[in-house]
């Protein structure tokens, strides 16, 4: 199964209710087959999003139903639902789990009292955690910490910054011999590599049920990049919620070089083209 060619890109209007919009293009699409929905895959934002449209699909059938999977990709605290309902079973090369994150958070304050010895335990455990969050949101951006040299500051905060940094390149260079010894990695670290080699998947096997990514509005990369193989699937949609439907040339090339003629003939029942968008249409008032 090769790619459609186009982006199949879908938003709905912020004046409208999203979960209960997306249910209803969905279930107008494939809600004929009692079982077509059970074979689909949902992935939402956050675990809040997934009980969002669960309800309105309780709403929407009125009555009992087989739900797709419903896969939330965004909240922090998630854990391993990720992995578990994406990450096949019985893959030759399987990825190593992710460290909890309280044994993080100690390990990262004990390196911090080890190198600076005078650093009490409470003291250690916030600078732990600080540090942990900036590892954290440079995985997500996938940022090298060499980067973090080339921030520019102001004379007042440099000397200030050096000694952050000085503790921050210490920490980054004990902490993946830590990791290595427990035979774990950082959950951002296991996600981003969940995404890439999910993408992968489904660029070579997509899979037979629809797939769709709704209400996603994150810049991390390797989410980024699971959404284009989406959108570019057979079955794959990506719906946005209140996107811009009067962007210039400029911000739809910074979203990306999509083709200018819509692609009405894949459109939901109730949805309908918006000239001006790139392979995209809308849900209608």
Known sequence: MGDRGQPALFTIPAHRAFADA????????????????????????????????????VRASGGGLLLPRLIPVGDPDIGEQ????LDPLGEDDPLAPAIAPM??????????????????????LKLGQALGQVLDQMQVERLAPDALRKLSLSDELSGHWQKSLTL?????????????????????????????????RWADAPPS??????????????V?????????????MVVFAGL???????AWQAIGPFDPD????????????????????????
């Open 82 to 85: 990720v992995g578990g309902a």
């Open 168 to 200: 921050f390149e210490i920490i980054i260079a004990r902490w993946p011999v830590e990791l290595a010894r427990l035979g774990c990695i950082d959950l951002v670290d296991r996600r981003n590599r969940l995404f890439d080699r999910l993408a992968k």
């Open 244 to 250: 811009d439907q009067h962007m210039d040339d400029a």
């Open 103 to 124: 044994q993080r958070q100690m390990i990262l304050a004990r390196l911090v009292q080890e190198a600076q010895p005078g650093v009490d335990a409470g003291q250690a």
């Open 262 to 285: 819509p692609v009405t003939g894949r459109a939901l029942r109730g949805m309908r083209a918006i000239p001006n968008m790139r392979s995209s249409a809308c849900f209608t008032p």
């Open 22 to 57: 997306l249910v209803a293009g969905i279930m107008a699409r494939e809600g004929r087959d009692p079982l077509a929905l059970s074979r689909g895959m949902i992935l939402l934002p956050s675990n809040r999003g997934v009980r969002a449209v669960a309800d309105a699909f």
């Open 209 to 222: 049920g629809f797939v769709v990514a709704a209400g996603i509005s994150t810049t991390a990369p390797a």
């Open 224 to 236: 980024a990049g699971l959404l284009r193989r989406i959108g570019e699937m057979p079955g794959g």
